[in-house]
């Protein structure tokens, strides 16, 4: 499968007449708890020659291309470093990936040493506790629920108390997350569920977990306590400005 998404990623390229800069899994796979059917969902940063950005007109800035199970989705250069001063959570995840399928210059590792200086817990807090909540009540619905719904209930749980208890950008790979749980029962009963996610499909319906959910639910409301506590911060322009001015005018390889 990694040759045939290199493949598809060089195609946008002359379809689009973009260079790659930067090209990783995100989703389950990159976060390590796939399933056998799990979509590969790959995401990238592009650019155009110089001259594309000269125009008084606004232009399409993203690229996507979806087909069977493979799911990609491309920003222009310039979207990207406007999402980073926004603090988005996206930017954060896809350069930490594991799973790189492109990288040229040295954009990423730029990207990578500016990141700490846009983020903030407030903004990312506030992302990963609205999809905890959201999928908190999933959960909580059904007699059983989706496996898949439960991983998902897990790591934006636990991104929203690193934040808490570690004021920084929390780790993309769930395993990192995990000794932020204290409760050793709760960490078995995780353990075992990894390993069946890693051996089920993705619709797989899993015997209501209820220790795990107010387990879950009372961190949540621990983090929602604390919200108040971080304020509103913005990072600074130029530097995106000069990396971007950088990248656009570096020859295309």
Same mark, same amino acid.
């Given at each position: 499968?990694?040759?045939?998404?290199?493949?598809?990623?060089?195609?946008?390229?002359?379809?689009?007449?973009?260079?790659?800069?930067?090209?990783?899994?995100?989703?389950?796979?990159?976060?390590?708890?796939?399933?056998?059917?799990?979509?590969?969902?790959?995401?990238?940063?592009?650019?155009?020659?110089?001259?594309?950005?000269?125009?008084?007109? =606004?232009?399409?800035?993203?690229?996507?291309?979806?087909?069977?199970?493979?799911?990609?989705?491309?920003w222009d250069i310039r979207k990207s470093l406007r999402l980073l001063r926004k603090s988005n959570a996206a930017v954060f995840e896809r350069m930490q990936s594991p799973i790189v399928y492109v990288q040229q210059t040295d954009f990423r590792n730029r990207l990578r040493e500016l990141a700490p200086s846009y983020f903030s817990c407030r903004a990312g807090l506030h992302h990963y506790m609205s999809?905890?909540?959201?999928?908190?009540?999933?959960?909580?619905?059904? =007699?059983?629920?989706?496996?898949?719904?439960?991983?998902?209930?897990?790591?934006?749980?636990?991104?929203?108390?690193?934040?808490?208890?570690?004021?920084?950008?929390?780790?993309?790979?769930?395993?990192?997350?995990?000794?932020?749980?204290?409760?050793?029962?709760?960490?078995?009963?995780?353990?075992?569920?990894?390993?069946?996610?890693?051996?089920?499909?993705?619709?797989?319906?899993?015997?209501? %977990?209820? %220790?795990?959910?107010?387990?879950?639910?009372?961190?949540?409301?621990?983090?929602?306590?604390?919200?108040?506590?971080?304020?509103?911060?913005?990072?600074?322009? %130029?530097?995106?400005?000069?990396?971007?001015?950088?990248?656009?005018?570096?020859?295309?390889?």
């Amino acid at each position: 499968m990694q040759e045939q998404i290199q493949q598809k990623l060089k195609e946008i390229e002359t379809q689009y007449g973009v260079q790659i800069l930067f090209a990783c899994e995100t989703g389950s796979r990159a976060w390590g708890f796939p399933s056998p059917d799990s979509d590969y969902d790959v995401r990238f940063i592009y650019r155009h020659p110089k001259d594309w950005y000269l125009s008084i007109d =606004d232009t399409r800035d993203t690229i996507e291309y979806l087909s069977g199970d493979l799911d990609l989705v491309g920003w222009d250069i310039r979207k990207s470093l406007r999402l980073l001063r926004k603090s988005n959570a996206a930017v954060f995840e896809r350069m930490q990936s594991p799973i790189v399928y492109v990288q040229q210059t040295d954009f990423r590792n730029r990207l990578r040493e500016l990141a700490p200086s846009y983020f903030s817990c407030r903004a990312g807090l506030h992302h990963y506790m609205s999809m905890a909540h959201n999928y908190y009540k999933a959960c909580e619905a059904g =007699d059983i629920v989706k496996l898949k719904s439960y991983f998902y209930l897990l790591r934006t749980t636990l991104a929203s108390l690193w934040i808490v208890e570690h004021k920084s950008i929390p780790p993309l790979q769930f395993r990192e997350l995990l000794p932020l749980m204290k409760d050793q029962k709760i960490s078995n009963t995780i353990d075992s569920m990894l390993e069946l996610k890693a051996s089920v499909d993705e619709k797989y319906l899993h015997p209501k %977990e209820v %220790e795990l959910e107010a387990y879950l639910k009372s961190t949540l409301d621990f983090c929602e306590a604390k919200a108040n506590e971080f304020e509103a911060q913005k990072g600074e322009t %130029e530097p995106l400005n000069q990396l971007f001015r950088k990248t656009i005018k570096q020859p295309w390889h």
